[in-house]
């Protein structure tokens, strides 16, 4: 398969089950609203060090918010309920809670599941915080030296969340590599239910499980994509490749993430791009397979 | 066979007082056209049956629609658990009294003691309410302890008295003793509150967007932007379409703390523009 020239690898990209949460952070500008939204998806591009992994999924207008102010909502992914609960907590009580005139509420109201990162939090009012019910929901009032800082009590859990959508694109430059991500990136962004956690949407150092010669290593660099071992190593890269970039994708269910992808990959087959590939780990540890070719021929997982 | 929605017509206008409890959706989902006309209703002690006072068409659905002038009608949906109860016309007094579900809709006034005791669900009454909205019942010792009860006109004496949980919203004006003893929960007053609002208050809030007499049991805080009054007022304003004015969602809000001695955890945020 080929997209205005560029190859399409007959492969897949392994992800992962998460489970994930939605946050609607407000705040009385946008840019307070931003400020916080940026400091809590702050370090959460991978669960293998940053325990979690968190991004902007897209701005909101004053209308689609619970208090009518700007606000910006942010997806937050962990391995397990537990963990979930922990850095919900952790992080809305250092960024949302410290942040001029933000507010956090719950953006998954029809969850089933769900964690009361809200009420671990109320006790830093001291027993000065106050408790009211909205519409069935209950949100804590903490006094804080500003003011009021006015926090959900309970977040909803979307069990089926998928983390670790990914693909390559194998380019023969470096700057050819850079502006088919962005492009990707740019055609991905905003799209409801997905984020991109790495910096600018795009990661330079894939990994590969494990480390031939260092013990204890969690995750490695991915020598088969790295053009300047090409000779020492058992490559993966076509030849005419001298950059791979990976877009990696976390969405809140598998068939978001598809398209998601398909967006991402269309937008990437431009000038320079030799190819476009997938990291997996020959389908083994991750129960979510996205086959590139099916996901590019509009089919579902 | 199960309709979508029951409809009861008025016969012809019903000139004393009339006693129909009983009369929920939750119940009516459950009966033939012909069990719901026998449906028993009292005309002081003399007991007669809802088909002699209503046309009855439909059956079997918790969607109940009733048409007709019923001031004099007391205790629709009353102790109501689920379902939908749609009134076009005023009704009499303790309409949706001790409701713990479902939504009422009263498209016109409401009597005395509507949403007395309430513990969910919603109340939404279009016109006026009477007196002792959302509050406790004869000798109980917490009013409504739940749900919530909107009311776009004006409302009467001791609304929300001794709630214990749950919001009331009164578009327009309220009579003395608002949120008398009040334990918990919000009333919000679009319009002006009548005289010793809060009295004994243990905690709860009052919200105040229009003139308000503070006690001089309540002790001054600060004046600041409470982002729960915006998100409370959006609410109010999406949910039942009850609308303030857009200045008061930003405020500025004095907040006074009270009610001294009992022991003073509740609240009056009074709504303080610069001109007042």
Redesign the interface.
């Known amino acids: 398969m080929e997209i205005r020239g560029v190859f399409i690898q007959d492969t897949f990209a392994e992800a992962f089950g998460m489970r994930a949460a939605r946050l609607i952070i ?1 705040a009385r500008t946008l840019k307070w609203a931003r400020e916080a939204a940026l400091k809590l998806t702050g370090f959460a591009t991978s669960v293998i060090a940053c325990k979690c992994e968190a991004g902007i999924e897209r701005e909101l207008a004053p209308a689609e918010t ?4 700007p606000g910006v909502s942010v997806l937050f992914f962990t391995m397990d309920m537990d963990s979930l609960g922990k850095r919900l907590t952790e992080r809305i009580g250092q960024t949302v809670l410290t942040c001029p ?1 933000a ?1 956090c509420f719950d953006g998954l109201p029809a969850a089933v599941d769900r964690l009361p990162a809200g009420r671990a939090l109320r006790v830093f009012g001291d027993k000065l915080q ?1 408790s ?4 069935g929901q209950r ?1 804590w ?1 903490i006094p804080v030296m500003e ?2 800082c ?1 926090v959900q009590e309970s977040f909803g859990v979307q069990k089926k969340g998928v983390g670790g959508g990914n693909f390559l694109v194998l380019a023969a430059s470096a700057d050819a590599g850079l502006a088919a991500a962005e492009a990707a990136v740019d055609a991905i962004e905003g799209m409801p239910g997905v984020i991109l956690p790495f910096p600018g949407g795009v990661v330079r150092s894939g990994s590969k499980v494990g480390a031939r010669n260092y013990k204890g290593m969690i995750a490695s660099t991915n020598d088969a994509y790295c053009p300047t071992v090409r000779p020492r190593t058992k490559t993966e890269l076509p030849d005419g490749v001298n950059a791979v970039l990976e877009v990696v994708l976390d969405g809140l269910d598998a068939p978001t993430i598809n398209r998601a992808m398909r967006a991402g990959i269309e937008a990437a087959c431009r000038p320079g791009v030799r190819a476009i590939g997938a990291g997996n780990y020959g389908g083994k540890l991750g129960p979510y397979h996205f086959h590139l070719r099916q996901v590019m021929a509009d089919g579902d997982v | 066979m199960s309709s979508d929605v029951i409809r009861l017509t008025l016969r012809s206008s019903i000139d004393q007082p009339v006693e129909i409890d009983g009369l929920t959706p939750d119940r009516t989902a459950m009966l033939s056209e012909a069990e719901i006309s026998t449906l028993p209703v009292f005309i002081g002690s003399r007991r007669a049956a809802l088909g002699d006072f209503f046309v009855v068409d439909g059956e079997r659905s918790n969607r109940l629609h009733i048409d007709g002038d019923l001031r004099n009608v007391s205790g629709l949906g009353a102790a109501m658990t689920s379902g939908e109860l749609l009134v076009h016309g005023s009704v009499g007094g303790r309409v949706g009294a001790g409701m713990t579900g479902g939504s009422i809709e009263i498209d016109g006034d409401a009597g005395d003691d509507a949403g007395l005791g309430i513990s969910g669900g919603a109340l939404r009454i279009r016109g006026d309410a009477g007196d002792r909205l959302g509050a406790a019942p004869a000798g109980a010792a917490k009013g409504m302890t739940g749900g919530e009860i909107a009311v776009s006109g004006s409302a009467g004496t001791e609304v929300a008295a001794r709630a214990r949980r749950g919001l009331v919203a009164v578009g327009g004006d309220v009579g003395a003793d608002a949120a008398r003893a009040i334990i918990a929960g919000t009333l919000v007053v679009f319009g002006r509150i009548g005289t010793d609002p809060g009295r004994g208050s243990k905690r709860g809030s009052i919200v105040a967007l229009g003139e308000i007499e503070i006690p001089s049991t309540y002790e001054y805080a600060c004046t600041y932007q409470p982002t729960y009054v915006r998100m409370l007022l959006t609410y109010l304003s999406r949910r039942y379409g009850m609308t303030a004015e857009a200045a008061t969602l930003d405020g500025p809000y004095a907040r006074y703390c009270g009610d001294a001695g009992h022991p003073g955890k509740g609240e009056i945020l009074a709504y303080t523009p610069a001109n007042r």
């Open positions: 407000t619970p208090d009518a102010r005139t507010s106050i009211k019910i909205v519409g949100y009032r003011g009021e006015l």
